[in-house]
């Protein structure tokens, strides 16, 4: 009778969970779709400039012609290329170099200023530098990606590494194992979690950079296209830009969460 009553509960918490992530996605959906349809009235009855914030509608136009004439997709690639490459270096650059201050403390107390320096310092005001010294074209605009994420995740994983149980480290020792044993089976497996919601921050840091990187020297990619919209005042390319990057990066993020969940299930 237990069994059956805790399988019952069990299957009760589990049709709760399920509600509520069905009532979580409605109100998500209700918002968005509430959005679009003001959005589309307010421009239609002109409570809004339609010049200058456009419409759901001409968007919408504007994305079919040029998805249809195929200029879109070079856009596209180009800025997914660069922001994932972006990305994927500035992550793994971050957890390289914090893993290389974690081996070794006096290196860390050398590194703390210039990296709250880093830290405070604006990225994308080293834009036109790194152009100039690694030329307009799709390195520096990787390298814009990789830059304003590279210390954040240095910061926040080396800060993880920092806040594992010290405990952990002693026993591994007490058995004779290295520092680097220690970091290997104990603390790099203990930051995971962290270095996966470090992932999530970094999502929007590369789609920043690489689009800031696009405005200043790119011929082609998404960043591109709101500039020259902005230049030919052809505002509905631009907001069907901005859709675009929206979407892409709501795609990332939620692979990230993907992976986390992933991750969690397989680490328990």
Request: proline share 3%; with cysteine; charged share 15%.
């Amino acid at each position: 009778m237990k069994a059956k009553s805790d399988q019952h509960l069990f299957e009760a918490y589990k049709n709760s969970l399920k509600r509520e992530k069905r009532i979580v996605i409605s109100w998500q959906l209700s918002i968005l779709i509430i959005f679009f349809v003001l959005w589309e009235i307010a421009s239609k009855f002109y409570w809004i400039d339609p010049l200058l914030f456009s419409s759901p509608s001409r968007v919408g136009n504007v994305l079919v012609e040029k998805f249809a004439d195929g200029s879109m997709f070079t856009h596209v690639q180009v800025t997914l290329f660069e922001t994932l490459l972006g990305f994927l270096i500035g992550t793994i650059a971050g957890i390289l170099i914090a893993s290389a201050l974690w081996s070794s403390a006096r290196f860390s107390k050398i590194m703390d200023p210039y990296l709250v320096i880093m830290n405070a310092m604006p990225k994308v005001a080293l834009g036109p530098i790194i152009i100039v010294a690694l030329g307009p074209g799709y390195i520096s605009i990787i390298a814009m990606g990789a830059i304003i994420s590279v210390i954040i995740t240095t910061l926040v994983v080396y800060s993880a590494f920092n806040e594992v149980d010290p405990n952990y480290e002693k026993v591994l020792k007490s058995f004779g194992a290295t520092r680097w044993q220690c970091f290997k089976e104990a603390v790099f497996p203990a930051t995971l979690p962290a270095m996966i919601s470090t992932l999530k921050v970094n999502v929007g840091l590369s789609w920043v950079g690489v689009i800031v990187g696009e405005f200043l020297v790119s011929k082609q990619g998404l960043g591109y296209l709101i500039i020259y919209g902005f230049q030919v005042f052809d505002f509905s390319l631009v907001m069907s830009s901005l859709a675009l990057i929206a979407i892409f990066a709501a795609i990332m993020y939620k692979i990230v969460e993907k992976l986390e969940a992933w991750l969690i299930k397989h680490s328990t």
